[in-house]
Nanobody, 126 residues
Framework: VQLVESGGGLVQAGGSLRLSCTGSGITLGRHPIGWFRQAPGKKREAVGCISVGDGSTRYADSVKGRFTISRDNAKNTVHLQMHSLKPEDPASYFC????????????????????WGQGTRVTVSS
């Protein structure tokens, strides 16, 4: 099982970026997928997640209304669309897959997730 994040880079504050998480050896559409981020010197924190079934999503308060998680099952990919990026958003962003499948529910606790990608770095310039 491998998860690979892509799409990170440098963006101006207020700008947008779309991250992708592509799976191999795993069908992402059959698993809840979480996005997390970790800035240097800080603890890893949840960004949000997307469930299987109805595809319902949950977001951290810090990104609610700015970030959107979606699936592209044909490409075995989950996207994290980020808008209105702020100076506090820079971090390495990770996607993760949960082996526990409960329809229409996803977890935002990192310990719930079993497979992790290596991360992609997002930098925001002011």
């Amino acid at each position: 099982v491998q998860l690979v994040e892509s799409g990170g880079g440098l963006v101006q504050a207020g700008g947008s970026l779309r991250l992708s998480c592509t799976g191999s050896g795993i069908t992402l559409g059959r698993h809840p997928i979480g996005w997390f981020r970790q800035a240097p010197g800080k603890k890893r924190e949840a960004v949000g997640c997307i469930s299987v079934g109805d595809g319902s999503t949950r977001y951290a308060d810090s990104v609610k209304g700015r970030f959107t998680i979606s699936r592209d099952n044909a490409k075995n990919t989950v996207h994290l669309q980020m808008h209105s990026l702020k100076p506090e958003d820079p971090a390495s962003y990770f996607c993760a897959a949960d082996q526990l499948i409960i329809p229409n529910i996803c977890a935002i606790a990192d310990y719930e997730y079993d497979y992790w990608g290596q991360g992609t770095r997002v930098t925001v310039s002011s």
